[in-house]
């Protein structure tokens, strides 16, 4: 019985790639006709009230078949669900279905887990840890993490495990979403969408290998705190005797989730519209918006999955940013060229702006008269966390939108970290209702960045120029 059970095993393991992408095909599809059908319908009516119920209904619609694709097929589908369900990206309707699915997935049974790490390990949990909660902190598509105490220690630690068999059919998902990415990219989408799904591919292998994540966890650890009085974040210290391939272990932080900061504080009397709750969110943004300005402005080595299930709020509003799986090493003309960038939406200067697309190799194609405002407008919807005035949602693929009419033909793989980490940060200003502009908070590391590497010959002059321009002379 034993025998026949392990060969249905192996038969299923070998189907389950084609079954998941039978399913991601099927459900693909549906959604794409779904909203091409939906505009030639729309098309027919005239009032502009009854037109926006429609999408409303059709976005609805959609949201709901997304979940359900997501939900059920799990694994690297719920990271699109996290990449997609943006309050300031996707329709209203998607994000509201969207933001109760989390990168959450079945535990992996603690027996299966015991043997992962013996086998890693090379020795018995009972002879390495004093205490190991059987039941997990929590479970994503990659590993699960559990609470232990290691024998002779007095604090605990986090030990995260990987699920076995889980990396091949990551990889299955992600060649069916670069097929779909091209198709769409060919014939409806003027945005290099492909090259995206080509570093997302890069990423995710990374992930996999956590003996990688605990050097980027000491680099960029070693990095904030030699580089700051008090580092702006904090960062999981590696218990480095302890890293497999597989299995990584590193010291405890107690916080809470920043999605349940507001429970938080209401189960402490304070009122989430009160002075101090605003004081609060504006200091948790200023220390992400920092920490991440010094890494990417300064060092080019970045964790590049801020996501709010990676953002802790402990004491005194300090934060914590765990899980770095997925870290970014930009090379240095690119980190020069984005400072560069930066100035350009932090001043408004449009031929800064275009300039610095060039410099960065993005290449594209204008379909307006305008090209200066739409260009500047352009670097501000994806290199920047602040929503222009009066904008509460960005719809990048609407008629109006500066990608419809500047077509963006090339755009580099290494940037497309640096454009993830961005729309995730203004999610999280949105989410946090303030407005934040990145590119403002971090005009002078970006000054210090270029004169450092000799293209700003006077830090001053640049200031005064600058004083000059919002002065008008």
């Known amino acids: 019985?034993?025998?026949?059970?392990?060969?249905?095993?192996?038969?299923?393991?070998?189907?389950?790639?084609?079954?998941?992408?039978?399913?991601?095909?099927?459900?693909?599809?549906?959604?794409?006709?779904?909203?091409?059908?939906?505009?030639?319908?729309v098309g027919f009516e005239k009032n502009v009230q009854k037109q926006e119920a429609m999408w409303e209904r059709q976005h609805e619609v959609a949201a709901?078949?997304?979940?359900?694709?997501?939900?059920?097929l799990g694994g690297f589908f719920l990271k699109v669900a996290q990449l997609i369900g943006k309050p300031d990206l996707a329709p209203a309707a998607w994000v509201r279905r969207l933001v109760t699915l989390c990168d959450q997935a079945p535990a992996t049974p603690y027996n299966v887990i015991r043997a992962v790490l013996e086998k890693e390990l090379d020795q018995n949990l009972d002879e390495l840890f004093e205490s190991f909660d059987v039941d997990p902190l929590g479970s994503a598509s990659i590993a699960q993490v559990h609470r232990g105490r290691?024998?002779?220690?007095?604090?605990?630690?986090?030990?995260?495990?990987?699920?076995?068999?889980?990396?091949?059919?990551?990889?299955?998902?992600?060649?069916?979403?670069?097929?779909?990415?091209?198709?769409?990219?060919?014939?409806?989408?003027?945005?290099?969408?492909?090259?995206?799904?080509k570093e997302i591919e890069k990423q995710i292998g990374y992930e996999f290998n956590f003996l990688r994540e605990?050097?980027?966890?000491?680099?960029?650890?070693?990095?904030?705190y030699e580089n700051n009085k008090k580092s702006p974040v904090m960062v999981p210290r590696v218990i480095r005797d302890i890293v497999t391939r597989r299995v990584l272990v590193m010291e405890y932080i107690d916080g809470t989730p920043i999605l349940k900061l507001g429970d938080e504080m209401a189960k402490r009397g304070i009122s989430p519209d009160g002075k101090i709750a605003a004081v609060a969110r504006q200091n948790i943004l200023k220390s992400l918006s920092l920490a991440y300005g010094q890494m990417i402005l300064r060092s080019g080595f970045f964790h590049a999955d801020p996501h709010p299930?990676?953002?802790?709020?402990?004491?005194?509003?300090?934060?914590?940013?765990?899980?770095?799986?997925q870290v970014k090493d930009l090379p240095k003309n690119l980190r020069l060229g984005y400072a560069n960038l930066i100035l350009a939406i932090a001043d408004g200067n449009a031929t800064r702006a275009r300039e610095s697309f060039k410099e960065l190799g993005i290449d594209t194609l204008s379909k307006c008269e305008d090209e200066q405002k739409e260009m500047l407008k352009l670097a501000r919807g994806m290199f920047d966390t602040k929503l222009p005035p009066g904008v509460?949602?960005?719809?990048?693929?609407?008629?109006?939108?500066?990608?419809?009419k500047i077509a963006v033909?090339?755009?580099?793989?290494?940037?497309?970290?640096?454009?993830?980490?961005l729309q995730i940060l203004r999610g999280l200003s949105v989410g946090l209702g303030i407005s934040h502009s990145c590119a403002e908070h971090w005009r002078p590391i970006a000054e210090e960045a270029l004169y450092n590497a000799g293209r700003l010959t006077d830090m001053k002059r640049s200031h005064r120029h600058r004083t000059r321009r919002k002065s008008g002379k």
């Open 214 to 224: 605990a050097d980027a966890m000491d680099r960029i650890r070693r990095f904030l």
């Open 309 to 325: 299930g990676n953002i802790l709020i402990c004491k005194g509003a300090e934060v914590a940013l765990l899980d770095y799986g």
């Open 409 to 421: 033909e090339a755009f580099p793989e290494e940037l497309f970290s640096i454009l993830r980490t």
């Open 150 to 197: 290691l024998k002779g220690d007095k604090k605990d630690v986090v030990v995260k495990v990987q699920h076995p068999g889980v990396q091949e059919l990551m990889m299955t998902d992600i060649h069916n979403l670069q097929a779909f990415a091209l198709y769409l990219q060919k014939i409806d989408i003027k945005f290099d969408i492909y090259s995206l799904t």
């Open 64 to 72: 709901e078949k997304i979940y359900n694709m997501c939900s059920d």
């Open 392 to 404: 509460k949602m960005l719809q990048p693929f609407s008629e109006e939108s500066s990608v419809k």
């Open 1 to 41: 019985m034993s025998v026949q059970s392990d060969f249905q095993e192996k038969v299923s393991a070998c189907f389950r790639p084609w079954q998941r992408s039978f399913q991601f095909w099927v459900r693909a599809v549906d959604i794409y006709t779904g909203y091409k059908v939906f505009q030639l319908r």
